[in-house]
């Protein structure tokens, strides 16, 4: 009896143990293939963008003035008005140089009609030479003193001397001027510039005529101008140095003032591959990777980089087209078996 | 001996009967009173003795912040002799410091310690570097949610649902039961301010004196008080910012000659929701999370209706769009548990009752029959009175001495009934039977309460409380129930049973069933005398083929937990935005919600649910993590899911590991766990690599990741420190002009009544989203003269820092985890890997410690003690018998049982197919104690009749087995029968601890009863009468 309660236990223990053999047959089964996304790679011969707030500036500013002083009886025009050459901009009061011209006018007559007197005495002889010098300058001197005089009732007038548009006002009717005041500026805007501040860094990357793309955020234009001049002197405080792009203003929708983006492409160029610095990895002796795939299988290959740019960083040490893991780097390691899910 | 006394108590018990029975009466019906309004819970309340302190230090590396700050903070806290310094384990990352600090277990008060620990940190602080802006400690990281509510609308955005979520608040609040609401996955508003940094840098104005200005506008400020010598009146001036228009027209800029800049000249302004760093949502709409916890003692039974009753009255008042889910239901679980647990109970009850009638005249077993209810209500009354809650393991406790309390009372009503059949009148015979018996009675009992009494000293942490009832509710039990055999039954029995059984031969036949086994028994004993010698070896042999099948039954400390619900855990790489979390989460959401058997899916985004379950500790938010909390309609489907699941989606994101996460009795993060210490990093993180390959090699390994994770790819600003000093820039302006373009600078906050509106200014979207930006960002100071963008003085390339570092006992450690597949057991993984693993460690030398975490540890912590407690209720046991048979060869004689109940034990296990584990050696340890019983009743009338009736040994040791296996096999299968319902049950938990009690039970009789006798006639062979 108990025999066969003991070989009943031995066939139960056995039963069990062929159990448990057949469990890790059934582990032993999947290789294991790790689902990745890849990227392809892609050259990159990069200019990167250098970008700046810029400030539209007129492309000349010629400031205007009275050639006399004066107190200003009409100005005739407004800031930001367009003249074109020869418009009357703004008188001063002319009473005193009409009365100066009257007074000269009188003189002339005065040396006329002694002149007119001397000629016959003159062409008979009876003058002497002396005086008949003494009233032909008498009578030259009134003609010029007048032709000063009724010149001078025209400087009491401010013209434009050339097209352009009515910058800065200075002056209101009964201001009285002096010559060396500036009574409007001129402003010159078929073109304009875009003065950009440029560290010093990077000033020596850019050169006369280069382009540059410059968006005013104020009109929604995009325009693109060249590089005109490029300052050599620092601003003092910012260690910049003033480059003034010159842009076409057709229409004069750009106004001097405004706040705009430029964006130069420089000549500095990063040669090397594009990659989504996601794909980027670290090994454990601090170098970074990428995992090439090939064929079915993942390889490490060490990279570098060399800077970042948008979102992108640019990397050395692959060739264009190699196909990057992009994300399931977690579960691989050298020489896993992949299968690729998403190709971007 | 207490014979004496014995006998008076008995008498007078009998005497004084209605005392007797008003007592019983009333503790009986205060049993049933208790039994329904006792606290329930399913399984006791575990002390999480996990803490946090938290750090935050901005703009700090992994590294910085682990050398700068949680080298100070851990030095702190190890000078505390309460910190259990070997669980204690930092994790310093990007900007943020996280230790869990685990409390010694013999600590009482844990949260006066708090209170010590966060003083304490206050004070530190003041030696940290000053960019920490915070170092807290937390100690609520233990709190469970009794109830996960959501809320959802289809038609409310956030900012309404709000409203809505105050009112619930405040409703659930009125429960008195609830202890915490918090809620979770609130969206705010804010208002934005957009800097355009070209004007500002054209209008000179320097941002820092701008982001200056908003701020003080932003506050409020005191402006002292009036005192008119009639009325004091306090001075008010109310912040101006009451809508984004007053900001939009707040001047940053004036001069002398009137010219005024606003925010509005600047800058754009608007007013939408913040870009969320984590999210919840339900069934894929969005949703607001509450959390209610239950104040600790109470009925969560009671708990879960009443808070559905405050539920009925809200959904009655709210808006009929919004809508409340239960995503975690702890009430619902634990009802569903106990109900079950209570069936089992009852029917263990009647299994037992139904044993006895079967096998004892109806008289007899009606008598010892109605002692168990009398003995259970009675317990669980005291047990109620003590404040022991009802659970699983308190009623597993009842259920396993339900034989047992039913044994005291057969083995007294078995000698009432001989004594009768010896001719004694019923009075005296009642009586004696007791006193007679009440030694070898008590000792036994002694016995089973001495291998559970050492427990509490040896088991602490989860085990020791989830074990911490048993002693109590056993020993409660089992007085009770010798109080009721000795004061009760005697006089029951000379009430109820007027007649003895044994008439004479031809009543045999009325009783067959047991006099047939008796007849069975008499003649195979007859055998086993005469090959003694085969008999004790088949014993040794039982022995050792039981040791031999323990050794190789699958071993699992804590089965996992069946319920209709399951976690699904999304870890992405270091720095994946949370999009593509989402995306990942919703993708497993959509295919789920398809799936009929699942009722419900809560998504987190970018962070984990609240603890809804005690070991399940929510991990730490970041936007490269997501959970999913899937709810089924049955238990079985949760598992089946689980399993479908994982196969199909756990690698099917490429960026993503989808762990499926059932609910674990274990609160280890991943059965197999290999931690590497050493300091030097690059030697840890390449020995932790080739450990990782070689777990991932073994193909029961499904997923391996060591805590330090990835690196973090990072941007660095490499600064031109002249260039900048020359601008009047530091690389602190440097990089707060960055923060407050990159990630905002907060200035001040709008209040809508009583709805904050937080107020930030931030570089415009498309100015803060590739690296170019940051190149181009305008950076300012107050000392610097004009801004400048930054790549005038720094150029920027990728850099790297450690994803994280985690120290534990103040070292560096890797802890390498591995994830097994389903159903794979750690322990025999672990062992295929052990031989590669020592071949590493041997190859690093000295410089790296390696031990074990998981599984193994948990094993060796928890069976260590165990074995203990164990050893130490044998030595106790020992020296009961050693007191009541006063020499040393019958102690030994009766403890030859315990070994032979071990073969039972591992047959349990094969047989029913459970793994060994926790409950499985609590069932052994009772085993050890039931046994011992059956040697004491055989040696004790062996020993009687040797020396009152002048037997020689081997008649002794046959008439004693003979006379005795009625009690033996009747106890013996009355308690296995009671255990049958928890096998019967499936539970994995319980089903253990159910096989070997019913099997180490029923084989350790059998064995017992013809290996005792035998040798006991060989002990004694040479013995004088």
């Known amino acids: 009896m108990y025999r066969v309660i003991v070989m009943l236990l031995f066939l139960v223990v056995f039963a069990g143990c062929n159990g448990h053999e057949e469990e890790k047959t059934v582990l032993e089964a999947t290789p294991k293939v790790i689902n990745v996304e890849t990227t392809v790679v892609k050259s990159f011969s990069g200019q990167t963008d250098l970008s700046y707030s810029g400030l539209v500036e007129a492309k000349e500013t010629t400031p205007l003035s009275f050639k006399t002083p004066g107190s200003v009886v009409q100005v005739l025009v407004d800031e930001g008005e367009f003249v074109k050459k020869g418009k009357l901009l703004a008188t001063l009061d002319d009473t005193n140089s009409k009365s100066s011209y009257e007074l000269a006018l009188q003189s002339k007559q005065q040396a006329q009609d002694a002149y007119d007197r001397m000629k016959p005495m003159k062409e008979n002889g009876t003058l002497p030479e002396i005086q008949w010098v003494e009233v032909e300058t008498g009578l030259n001197q009134a003609t010029i003193v007048a032709e000063m005089a009724e010149r001078s009732i025209e400087d009491n007038k401010l013209y434009a001397p050339k097209s352009g548009v009515i910058g800065d006002k200075n002056i209101l009717p009964g201001v009285n001027v002096l010559p060396s005041a500036t009574a409007f500026d001129l402003l010159d805007i078929n073109s304009v510039y875009v003065n950009i501040p440029v560290p010093e860094r990077e000033v020596g990357q850019l050169k006369k005529g280069q382009l540059a793309e410059v968006r005013i955020a104020a009109t929604s234009q995009s325009l693109v101008g060249k590089i005109d001049r490029i300052g050599v002197e620092a601003n003092a405080i910012s260690h910049t140095y003033p480059v003034k792009i010159l842009v076409k203003n057709e229409g004069w929708n750009i106004k001097p003032g405004m706040v705009c983006d430029v964006v130069l492409k420089t000549d500095q160029e990063y040669n090397g591959m594009l990659l989504s610095s996601k794909a980027l990895q670290l090994d454990v002796n601090g170098d970074q990777y990428v995992y090439l795939v090939e064929g079915d299988v993942v390889k490490a290959r060490p990279v570098s980089v060399t800077t970042l740019t948008k979102n992108d960083a640019v990397v050395q040490g692959l060739e264009e087209g190699d196909v990057v893991v992009l994300s399931g780097h977690n579960k691989l390691r050298n020489g896993a078996s992949v299968n690729v899910v998403n190709k971007k | 001996m207490s014979n004496n006394k014995g006998f008076n108590i008995v008498e007078l018990a009998m005497k004084?009967?209605?005392?007797?029975?008003?007592?019983?009466?009333?503790?009986?019906?205060?049993?049933?009173?208790?039994?329904?309004?006792?606290?329930?819970?399913?399984?006791?309340?575990?002390?999480?003795?996990?803490?946090?302190?938290?750090?935050?230090?901005?703009?700090?590396?992994?590294?910085?912040?682990?050398?700068?700050?949680?080298?100070?903070?851990?030095?702190?806290?190890?000078?505390?002799?309460?910190?259990?310094?070997?669980?204690?384990?930092?994790?310093?990352?990007?900007?943020?410091?996280?230790?869990?600090?685990?409390?010694?277990?013999?600590?009482?008060?844990?949260?006066?310690?708090?209170?010590?620990?966060?003083?304490?940190?206050?004070?530190?602080?003041?030696?940290?570097?000053?960019?920490?802006?915070?170092?807290?400690?937390?100690?609520?990281?233990?709190?469970?949610?009794?109830?996960?509510?959501?809320?959802?609308?289809?038609?409310?955005?956030?900012?309404?649902?709000?409203?809505?979520?105050?009112?619930?608040?405040?409703?659930?609040?009125?429960?008195?039961?609830?202890?915490?609401?918090?809620?979770?996955?609130?969206?705010?508003?804010?208002?934005?301010?957009?800097?355009?940094?070209?004007?500002?840098?054209?209008?000179?104005?320097?941002?820092?004196?701008?982001?200056?200005?908003?701020?003080?506008?932003?506050?409020?400020?005191?402006?002292?008080?009036?005192?008119?010598?009639?009325?004091?009146?306090?001075?008010?001036?109310?912040?101006?910012?009451?809508?984004?228009?007053?900001?939009?027209?707040?001047?940053?800029?004036?001069?002398?000659?009137?010219?005024?800049?606003?925010?509005?000249?600047?800058?754009?302004?608007?007013?939408?929701?913040?870009?969320?760093?984590?999210?919840?949502?339900?069934?894929?709409?969005?949703?607001?999370?509450?959390?209610?916890?239950?104040?600790?003692?109470?009925?969560?039974?009671?708990?879960?209706?009443?808070?559905?009753?405050?539920?009925?009255?809200?959904?009655?008042?709210?808006?009929?769009?919004?809508?409340?889910?239960?995503?975690?239901?702890?009430?619902?679980?634990?009802?569903?548990?106990?109900?079950?647990?209570?069936?089992?109970?009852?029917?263990?009850?009647?299994?037992?009752?139904?044993?006895?009638?079967?096998?004892?005249?109806?008289?007899?077993?009606?008598?010892?029959?109605?002692?168990?209810?009398?003995?259970?209500?009675?317990?669980?009354?005291?047990?109620?009175?003590?404040?022991?809650?009802?659970?699983?393991?308190?009623?597993?406790?009842?259920?396993?001495?339900?034989?047992m309390v039913v044994d005291n009372a057969i083995v007294i009503i078995d000698n009432y009934v001989e004594k009768l059949d010896e001719g004694m009148d019923r009075w005296n015979a009642a009586i004696q039977s007791t006193t007679e018996l009440f030694v070898p009675v008590f000792a036994a009992t002694l016995c089973i309460i001495a291998t559970y009494l050492p427990m509490p000293f040896f088991l602490s942490g989860q085990t020791g409380d989830f074990v911490s009832s048993l002693p109590v509710t056993i020993s409660i039990a089992l007085i009770v129930s010798l109080l009721i055999a000795t004061l009760l039954v005697p006089f029951m029995c000379y009430y109820f049973i007027k007649e003895g059984v044994h008439k004479g031969e031809e009543e045999a036949s009325k009783f067959s069933l047991l006099n047939l086994l008796q007849a069975g028994y008499n003649k195979t004993l007859d055998w086993a005398f005469k090959v003694s010698a085969l008999t004790i070896f088949l014993g040794i042999g039982s022995i050792v083929l039981g040791a031999f099948i323990m050794s190789i039954v699958p071993r699992q400390l804590y089965p996992k937990v069946e319920r209709n619900q399951f976690a699904i855990e999304i870890y992405l790489q270091e720095g994946a935005t949370l999009n593509q979390t989402a995306f990942v989460a919703d993708s497993l959401r959509a295919m789920l919600s398809k799936d009929e058997r699942v009722e419900n899916v809560a998504s987190f985004i970018g962070e984990s649910s609240p603890r809804f379950h005690t070991t399940y500790a929510p991990k730490f938010p970041g936007k490269n993590y997501g959970q999913l909390l899937v709810n089924t309609q049955t238990d079985d489907q949760a598992i089946e899911i689980l399993a479908e699941y994982e196969v199909k989606y756990r690698d099917a994101f490429p960026n993503a590991y989808v762990r499926m996460k059932q609910l674990d009795m274990q609160s280890t993060e991943a059965p197999v766990e290999l931690r590497i210490s050493g300091d030097d990093l690059p030697t840890l993180k390449a020995m932790a690599e080739r450990v990782k390959e070689t777990m991932e090699d073994h193909p029961g390994v499904i997923w391996v990741r060591t805590d330090y994770t990835n690196p973090r790819q990072g941007v660095r600003i490499n600064v031109d420190d002249e260039q900048a000093n020359r601008l009047g820039l530091t690389r602190g302006a440097i990089a707060a002009s960055l923060g407050a373009g990159?990630?905002?600078?907060?200035?001040?906050?709008?209040?809508?009544?009583?709805?904050?509106?937080?107020?930030?200014?931030?570089?415009?979207?498309?100015?803060?989203?590739?690296?170019?930006?940051?190149?181009?960002?305008?950076?300012?100071?107050?000392?610097?003269?004009?801004?400048?963008?930054?790549?005038?003085?720094?150029?920027?390339?990728?850099?790297?820092?450690?994803?994280?570092?985690?120290?534990?006992?103040?070292?560096?450690?890797?802890?390498?985890?591995?994830?097994?597949?389903?159903?794979?057991?750690?322990?025999?993984?672990?062992?295929?890997?052990?031989?590669?693993?020592?071949?590493?460690?041997?190859?690093?030398?000295?410089?790296?410690?390696?031990?074990?975490?998981?599984?193994?540890?948990?094993?060796?912590?928890?069976?260590?003690?165990?074995?203990?407690?164990?050893?130490?209720?044998?030595?106790?046991?020992?020296?009961?018998?050693?007191?009541?048979?006063?020499?040393?060869?019958?102690?030994?004689?009766?403890?030859?049982?315990?070994?032979?109940?071990?073969?039972?034990?591992?047959?349990?296990?094969?047989?029913?197919?459970?793994?060994?584990?926790?409950?499985?050696?609590?069932?052994?340890?009772?085993?050890?104690?039931?046994?011992?019983?059956?040697?004491?009743?055989?040696?004790?009338?062996?020993?009687?009749?040797?020396?009152?009736?002048?037997?020689?040994?081997?008649?002794?040791?046959?008439?004693?087995?003979?006379?005795?296996?009625?009690?033996?096999?009747?106890?013996?299968?009355?308690?296995?029968?009671?255990?049958?319902?928890?096998?019967?049950?499936?539970?994995?938990?319980?089903?253990?601890?159910?096989?070997?009690?019913?099997?180490?039970?029923?084989?350790?009789?059998?064995?017992?009863?013809?290996?005792?006798?035998?040798?006991?006639?060989?002990?004694?062979?040479?013995?004088?009468?």
């Open chain 2, 16 to 403: 004084h009967k209605q005392i007797a029975i008003i007592i019983t009466a009333v503790l009986f019906a205060f049993g049933i009173f208790s039994l329904m309004v006792m606290p329930r819970n399913e399984f006791p309340e575990f002390t999480i003795r996990q803490g946090l302190v938290v750090g935050v230090y901005p703009g700090a590396t992994s590294e910085e912040v682990e050398e700068q700050l949680t080298k100070t903070v851990e030095e702190f806290l190890y000078g505390f002799k309460e910190v259990n310094r070997e669980k204690t384990y930092s994790i310093s990352k990007e900007g943020t410091m996280i230790v869990f600090v685990e409390v010694n277990n013999n600590v009482k008060d844990p949260d006066a310690f708090w209170d010590k620990i966060k003083f304490g940190l206050n004070q530190l602080k003041a030696q940290l570097p000053p960019q920490v802006l915070a170092l807290i400690a937390n100690n609520d990281f233990g709190d469970t949610s009794a109830l996960l509510l959501t809320i959802e609308s289809k038609e409310k955005n956030k900012k309404q649902l709000e409203k809505q979520l105050e009112f619930i608040e405040a409703e659930l609040r009125k429960v008195t039961t609830v202890s915490k609401v918090k809620h979770f996955g609130l969206q705010n508003e804010q208002i934005t301010i957009n800097f355009d940094k070209d004007k500002l840098a054209h209008y000179g104005v320097n941002l820092t004196s701008v982001l200056a200005a908003l701020q003080l506008e932003g506050s409020i400020y005191y402006a002292g008080e009036i005192d008119n010598s009639e009325l004091i009146t306090p001075i008010h001036v109310p912040t101006s910012f009451r809508s984004e228009r007053e900001i939009k027209s707040q001047i940053i800029y004036a001069d002398p000659l009137g010219n005024i800049i606003r925010v509005r000249d600047v800058a754009e302004v608007s007013r939408g929701f913040e870009e969320p760093s984590s999210y919840i949502l339900n069934n894929g709409s969005s949703a607001i999370l509450v959390s209610l916890e239950m104040q600790g003692g109470n009925n969560i039974v009671q708990f879960g209706e009443d808070v559905e009753l405050a539920l009925e009255k809200i959904r009655n008042n709210i808006p009929s769009d919004v809508v409340i889910n239960k995503i975690a239901n702890m009430p619902e679980a634990v009802d569903h548990s106990i109900q079950h647990f209570l069936k089992e109970f009852f029917i263990a009850i009647g299994a037992v009752i139904l044993v006895t009638l079967l096998f004892l005249p109806f008289r007899v077993s009606a008598v010892a029959g109605i002692t168990i209810p009398l003995s259970i209500f009675i317990t669980i009354g005291i047990l109620y009175i003590l404040g022991i809650e009802l659970h699983t393991v308190s009623l597993a406790g009842l259920i396993v001495v339900l034989g």
């Open chain 2, 742 to 1025: 990159f990630s905002g600078f907060p200035v001040g906050t709008v209040w809508e009544g009583n709805y904050p509106i937080p107020v930030k200014v931030i570089n415009p979207e498309q100015e803060r989203d590739d690296y170019d930006d940051i190149s181009n960002q305008t950076v300012t100071s107050p000392f610097a003269a004009t801004p400048v963008a930054l790549r005038q003085v720094a150029t920027i390339n990728n850099d790297w820092s450690e994803g994280q570092i985690v120290r534990r006992n103040g070292i560096r450690t890797i802890t390498v985890r591995a994830d097994l597949e389903r159903g794979a057991l750690a322990y025999k993984i672990l062992a295929d890997l052990k031989p590669q693993i020592n071949e590493l460690e041997e190859e690093s030398g000295a410089g790296l410690t390696f031990s074990y975490g998981g599984e193994e540890e948990a094993e060796v912590e928890n069976y260590i003690p165990i074995g203990k407690a164990l050893g130490v209720g044998i030595v106790i046991i020992f020296f009961v018998l050693l007191f009541e048979f006063k020499t040393i060869k019958h102690t030994l004689l009766i403890m030859t049982t315990m070994p032979l109940s071990i073969l039972g034990a591992a047959l349990g296990i094969l047989l029913t197919g459970y793994a060994f584990g926790m409950t499985a050696s609590l069932g052994v340890m009772s085993l050890m104690g039931i046994v011992v019983r059956n040697g004491i009743i055989l040696v004790d009338y062996a020993e009687e009749l040797r020396h009152e009736k002048n037997m020689n040994v081997i008649d002794a040791a046959m008439a004693a087995g003979k006379r005795r296996m009625r009690p033996i096999f009747l106890t013996s299968f009355a308690a296995a029968m009671g255990v049958v319902p928890m096998i019967a049950s499936g539970s994995t938990l319980w089903g253990p601890l159910g096989a070997v009690v019913c099997f180490g039970l029923i084989v350790s009789m059998v064995l017992t009863i013809y290996v005792l006798p035998v040798l006991y006639s060989q002990f004694f062979k040479n013995a004088t009468i």
